[in-house]
């Protein structure tokens, strides 16, 4: 049981990084201090990107709750 657990925590990590890497990074650490070209809406793929990335997150947090409880 425990090691199965592993070995999806493992595949939702390797999904979580890739989706954080195909999103678009021109929002960046300087759009949060000022810069940056304003308010801007997700539209089509990038919008699917970013819904799955939150959804694949959700799905870490409860594989690592999960791993920490199962002996």
């Not at 989706?19 to 304003?38: D, R």
Request: net charge positive; proline share 0%.
């Amino acid at each position: 049981m425990k090691f199965a657990l592993t070995i999806i925590h493992i595949v939702v990590t390797v999904f979580l990084i890739g989706l954080i890497l195909m999103q678009n990074s021109k929002g960046g650490l300087g759009s949060a201090f000022g810069g940056g070209e304003g308010f801007r809406t997700r539209r089509g793929a990038e919008r699917i990107v970013f819904i799955a990335t939150i959804v694949v997150a959700i799905l870490f947090l409860i594989t690592s709750i999960i791993n920490v409880f199962v002996r």
